[in-house]
Each structure stands twice: as C-alpha cells, then as structure tokens.
C-alpha cells in the first residue's frame, strides 16, 4: 500500500524559512514526479511545485525564488525548503506522487499545516 507522509509543518514568523518533508512508502518513487500543493481555508488547492524523475522542477509564480524542491531518490523523500515566508502562505501543504493520464496525481499526504506569524 502506498504512502506518503508529510511532516515539518509549523509556526514560523514572516521572513522566516521551514523544509517539508514526504517520505514515500509502498514503492519506489525514483520514476515518478512528485508534487507539493498547498489549501488554504476557503480556498482551492493550489500547486506549488514538482520535480520529475529527472530533477526538472516547475513553480507556481507564487513561490518562484522563494521555494525549493528537491527529492532523495534513495530515501524515497521529497523535500519543499521554503524561504522568505509571508503571510499568504499559510495552508496545509500535501504531497502528491505518481500522474495519471489526465494529469492527476494518484498519491496523496494527509497534510501538514504551516502558520506564519507577522
């Protein structure tokens, strides 16, 4: 059964930096892109960033410069290092793995919530 757990979510002051990790289970996720999105209260879920089996990497415009993906393919983990934190960035942030045909992604995280105080 595949999995995918978040953690490394937390309180953190506007400016300030935090890194997410999804460690993946179930099956290898070395040939797979991996995604971060984020959803905040009220709103839809938003795409952040992926990374390809490659290492290619896409950003939303929102976190351009600001976030960093980045995988271990060895430790079947997933990494978002966020920096220059702001107030519009608080969410619960869910890792995602595996696309299907339409361009879904098949795995999900349960979440973890990141807070950032002004």
């Known amino acids: 059964q595949v999995q995918l757990v978040e953690s490394g979510g937390g309180l953190v002051q506007a400016g300030g930096s935090l890194r997410l990790s999804c460690a993946a289970s179930g099956r290898a996720f070395s040939d797979v892109t991996m995604a971060w999105f984020r959803q905040a209260p009220g709103k839809a879920r938003e795409f952040i960033a992926n990374?390809?089996?490659?290492?290619?990497?896409f950003y939303a415009d929102s976190v351009k410069g600001r976030f960093t993906i980045s995988r271990d393919n060895a430790k079947n983990t997933v990494y978002l290092q966020m920096n220059s934190l702001k107030p519009e960035d608080p969410a619960v942030y869910y890792c995602?793995?595996?696309?299907?045909?339409?361009?879904?992604?098949?795995?999900w995280g349960q979440g973890t919530q990141v807070a950032v105080s002004s």
């Open positions: 990374i390809r089996w490659s290492g290619t990497t």
């Open positions: 995602a793995a595996g696309r299907a045909p339409d361009g879904s992604y098949v795995h």
